[in-house]
């Protein structure tokens, strides 16, 4: 094993509907780093469209409401996670956690990133994979999170930032990162242009939606989407206007340590 990489253990959720025919969908994955004795962040599905094409039937608000459940009582069940996730599992015969496995990560972050992109992301199909592989969410997610941590910032930003209580009830979407600083709210998001004119949208809807919300208080946003490169194909340009219909600022990877500087900047 390199020197900087350490084993962390993956277990994965699935909704089974029905056990003898073996079909099921990846809810999330959880990530624990023996070595700190913590549990990632778990990072579960954001949307049930799979859930729904595999089970018409199936209770999507009890889903969600224990998606909400393990996200805010896993962090404290480190110690003793099999038997927490034992425990999870029995509130439903369609819930089950996969046997621990082995992972090698230098980066439990980016993994973790890496992990749901494989296993729980609904697949896309390129016709050129490997230059899909180094531009999707994933790579500049890892991109990002290497960036922030060599600028000393990991530790002063939100990770996960909900926001249900700026759009509605039940809102799944969630930034990767945020701040607060003097009544300014402050998002970072990972999005690749050429692949996510949907979650462009969503990044615009939801930022529209919180300005809506802040416009009554001395209190303003802001969103900076980190993307794959410079706008250069039709579809890159349709989500780059899209994010600018709303200010969102778009940042490249390739800009990413002179962006780290000023944002330490600005929170120092």
């Known amino acids: 094993m390199p020197a900087n990489e350490r084993a962390c253990q993956l277990y994965l959720l699935r909704y089974v509907p029905n056990i ?7 809810l999330g994955v959880l990530l624990y780093d023996p070595a700190e004795k913590r549990l990632l962040p778990p990072r579960l599905l954001e949307h049930f469209a799979r859930v729904r094409r595999l089970h018409p039937w199936a209770d999507l608000d009890a889903l969600a409401a224990l ?8 962090a404290a069940q480190a110690a003793s996670l099999p038997a927490y996730l034992e425990r999870l599992a029995q509130f439903s015969n369609a819930l089950e956690f996969t046997e621990p496995k082995a992972v090698l990560t230098a980066d439990p972050e980016a993994e973790l990133e890496r992990l749901y992109e494989t296993y729980v992301v609904e697949p896309k199909y390129p016709t050129r994979l490997a230059a ?6 994933a790579w500049i997610r890892s991109q990002l999170n290497a960036a922030l941590r060599r600028a000393d910032l990991w530790e002063k930003l939100e990770r996960g930032v909900r926001v249900e209580e700026f759009t509605h009830r039940g809102d799944r979407f969630r930034f990767d990162f945020g ?8 998002f970072l998001h990972t999005l690749a242009l050429e692949r996510e004119v949907d979650r462009a949208k969503v990044l615009a809807y939801t930022m529209e939606r919180i300005r809506t919300r802040l416009s009554a208080e001395p209190r303003s946003a802001a969103c900076t989407a980190v993307v794959e490169a410079p706008p250069e ?3 890159a340009e349709l989500s780059a206007r899209i994010l600018a219909e709303q200010s969102i600022a778009i940042v490249p990877v390739s800009q ?3 962006f780290s500087d000023r944002l330490r900047a600005e929170l120092s």
């Open 179 to 186: 701040y607060r600083r003097n009544g300014h709210l402050g």
């Open 67 to 74: 998606e909400k459940q393990i996200e805010s009582e896993a």
């Open 20 to 26: 003898l025919r073996g079909e099921f969908v990846n």
């Open 132 to 137: 899909a592989v180094e531009r999707s969410r």
């Open 256 to 258: 990413l340590p002179a």
């Open 233 to 235: 194909s039709e579809t």
